[in-house]
């Protein structure tokens, strides 16, 4: 759009990376289709949410995230983004008038999307095609194996390979969009070792292994510290299961214990990965009101699968946990729901699901990677910064290349595409121009 000339470099075989496994939600603030609908629209307000809800990150996470100032300008441009993704691109949003609470409430939901798909996949499939309209070449299966530099040390384009033929592209202007490392397991063990054991279960494709990391560096750029995954959901041992350990109220209404047998998370929580990676073991409870549903998990008994008995205390003996612990955490959660009020987590009313017939139930699950939060240190204009906090000229850096920012350990739904958007369109025009000479 800015006038340059463009090649993307594509590791897979298919374009598309994380954006195209993603549910499509988007979180904005201040756009038209908010302000039409009725639903807040306050970037001030998205703002405000965004860094309270940061307060209940797990343990551990550093205090200079997340930055406060990063996540007000990103905000801030948020309606701008949604203008050129429907303007530009021909991408469809409404706005989620039902969400009336926490990030939720800022929700822009994908529209004129197949249902049988994730709507990012049909997302990145415009943004594809937009560019290459606008005049950009696109190499699928060709990663890119280092960052060429001239004499001073600028970044001048890139070196390739097809798995046949190895090129050298020269350019003025590089941008990594090449992801996080979700997918690489020494990565993950060095930057979060107690994730390490859940990266074969990751959501985030095989070919997101931390490549931009190693580039970047090499040509001068700093990582950020406390690189940290995100917790996008958790699962069985076999996915043929999660139909049946889902209620009417979906993953909002489940209910679940850690190794000690006591709740540990307001189990209604938009991400809970997070929770789980504290704990040694986790369980999901289920009764056997549905009894099509629990006949199902029969099929997957085993100690490391999924237990059933007709008591609370016997249920705990096959888990492995305390067995009264069990029982006192299950007599208690059905009080507060027979009263409609969660004394110990605080979920919400309307999510609280008695579980009172027997045989009960327990599914071993684990958490999922989604992604990661981490990436290089950039400035306000995606620019990556060397270890003296200047730009490493001629490179940029954007999605989850530049996302710790604007997180501790906690992810906001809906935010990553925020980022990946908002920072490929500014760093995309940033590059153009230096490329440019403007």
Known sequence: ESGARVIVLEKAPKAGGTGALAEGRLTAAGTALQRASGTPADPAGLVKVWLEDQKRSVRGGSAQYPDARRVEDLVNQSAATVEWLTKNVGLQFAADASAVDGIGAYALLPRGVEKSAPAGEAQTAKLLAHAQKAGAKILTGTPVWKLLTDESGRVAGAAASDGVNRFEFRAKAVVLATGGFASDLMKVAERAPRWAA?????????????????????????????????????????????????????????????????????????????????????????????????????????????????????????????????????????????????????????????????????????????????????????????????????????????????????????????????????????????????
């Open 198 to 438: 859940f990266t074969d279960l990751g959501a985030a494709p095989k070919t997101i292994t931390g490549d931009g990391l190693d580039l970047a560096r090499a040509a001068g750029g700093v990582e950020v510290a406390d690189s940290w995954p995100v917790g996008a959901g958790i699962t069985p041992a076999y996915a043929p299961m999660i139909p049946a350990m889902l209620g009417p109220k979906g993953w909002a209404g489940i209910t679940l214990v850690n190794d000690r047998g006591e709740r540990f998370v307001k189990e209604d929580l938009p991400v809970i990965g997070d929770a789980l990676s504290e704990q040694r073991d986790a369980w999901l409870l289920l009764d056997s009101t549905d009894y099509e549903k629990a006949n199902v998990l029969m099929a997957y008994f085993g100690y490391d699968t999924a237990v059933n008995s007709n008591t609370w205390e016997e249920l705990g003996r096959r888990m492995g946990v305390p067995a009264q612990n069990l029982a006192k955490t299950m007599e208690r959660y059905n009080a507060d729901a027979a009263q409609g009020r969660d004394t110990v987590m605080g979920k919400a009313p309307g999510n609280l699901t008695p579980l009172t017939k027997a045989p009960f139930y327990a599914v071993r699950v684990k958490p999922v990677i989604g992604g990661t939060l981490g990436g290089v240190k950039t400035d306000g204009q995606w620019r990556v910064l060397n270890a003296a906090g200047k730009p490493v000229p001629g490179l940029w850096a954007v999605g989850e290349m530049a996302n710790r920012a604007f997180y501790n350990r906690v992810y906001e739904p809906g935010t990553g595409l925020l980022i990946a958007w908002t920072s490929g369109r500014a760093a995309g025009e940033a590059a153009a121009k230096a490329a440019l000479g403007r």
